[in-house]
């Protein structure tokens, strides 16, 4: 699934030339780079003027480039500044669209360095990102702890590492960054995000099934073949057992739900109802 923009087909465009223009950084960038991308997008979302500037049309890439430097030269590694500069040379629809491409690069190079050990590194990355999704869903408790504002984020981070203690370097650093900056979004739909990403590097995309009770292997894999046939495309499913779901299943890719459960057609029934 594509990296979604808030502005223009300006900002698609612009994306999808750095991703080209970048591909041999990126695939070869270590993890600190990744984490360095993370830091600049930090200074950058907590200043408008620094956007603006960022953004600003009417300013020559020269000039932008020139604020990049200044900014990270002396601080950041020179594949990060690369990156930042080539960033900052594109024309954007949004302010945040700036920002969003910044994390999008940032877990490109995260999942790069998962890549460099196989497709069983980035089958893993992914993987863990989806496993916390889950345990952080099924649970009111860790949601508030984790979107709690007065929390200091080395207690989100403590937090989420005991959550997820196995995981790799890798999907360290992203589910670090969603429980301490998710950007306005939950951290769950973050680590989402980003799963989401990584899964579009595979080729596939998520398929979020909601089921009442837990479904055995023989029927996941019946349910994978079923529904890799209606999308025509590989699904990567994300399960989460709901029992409010009263029976059927909830499938999501995108913005497309397959709904069968009980629940959707008593409500279908209601609405018709109270017509």
């Not at 940032?106 to 993987?127: F, T």
């Not at 860790?142 to 984020?153: C, D, G, M």
């Not at 995981?167 to 980003?194: K, Q, Y």
């Not at 398929?207 to 837990?214: C, E, G, L, S, Y």
Request: aromatic fraction near 4%; avoid cysteine.
């Amino acid at each position: 699934m594509a990296v979604q923009f808030s502005g223009s087909s300006a900002s698609s465009e612009s994306f999808a030339s750095l991703q080209s223009d970048l591909a041999e950084t990126l695939a070869s960038a270590e993890l600190a780079v990744a984490d360095e991308l993370f830091s600049a997008l930090d200074v950058i979302d907590s200043s408008a003027a620094l956007r603006r500037s960022l953004t600003d049309p009417a300013l020559e890439p020269a000039a932008r480039t020139g604020v990049v430097a200044s900014l990270f030269g002396a601080k950041a590694q020179p594949s990060t500044v690369r990156i930042l500069e080539a960033v900052v040379s594109r024309r954007w629809g949004a302010e945040r669209d700036l920002g969003d491409a910044v994390e999008a690069l940032a877990v490109s190079v995260v999942a790069a360095k998962a890549e460099r050990d196989g497709l069983q590194g980035l089958e893993a990355l992914e993987s863990a990102l989806l496993s916390f999704r889950r345990t952080v869903a099924d649970s009111h408790e860790l949601q508030r702890a984790l979107t709690e504002q007065q929390a200091p984020a080395e207690a989100k981070q403590k937090l989420a590492a005991a959550l997820s203690p196995q995981v790799s370097a890798e999907a360290r650093l992203l589910i670090d960054r969603a429980v301490t900056a998710p950007r306005g979004l939950r951290p769950s739909a973050l680590i989402e995000r980003f799963a989401e990403q990584i899964a579009a590097r595979q080729q596939r995309w998520i398929a979020q099934v909601t089921v009442a009770k837990n479904l055995d292997s023989s029927y996941l894999e019946k349910l994978s073949a079923s529904l890799d046939k209606y999308f025509g495309r590989e699904l990567k499913l994300d399960v989460v057992v709901d029992p409010t779901v009263v029976g059927g299943i909830r499938v999501q890719v995108g913005d497309e739900v397959v709904d069968s459960t009980v629940s959707s057609r008593l409500n279908s029934l209601s609405r018709k109802i109270s017509r």
